[in-house]
């Protein structure tokens, strides 16, 4: 019995150790997605590694996917160009 508590009490700890030195930037790309005026015509859209991806509509209604590597860097707002995501803004 005794063996057995020291051995969960061991397990908590090292699960709560790994848990506390993730990466914070995966933290940050299980965030929400960025708001822009994308998310009118975009869908599926998912953040992984600081890329943005999605699938968004062109000017015939088909939806194209696309993606937008270091999005955060974007500092203006994130649009649908035709079906690509584009930033309005140049990035710094």
Known sequence: MKNTLVALILGALSLSTVMSSSDPAQ????????????????????????????????????FQRTRMVDYRRCRGDIENDNGHLRCSRHHR
């Not at 015509?41 to 015939?60: N, S, V, Y």
């Open 27 to 62: 933290a940050q790309d299980r965030d929400r997605a960025p708001e822009g005026s994308y998310r009118r015509t975009c869908r599926d859209i998912r953040t992984e590694r600081g890329t943005l991806h999605a699938r968004c509509q062109d000017r015939r209604g088909n």
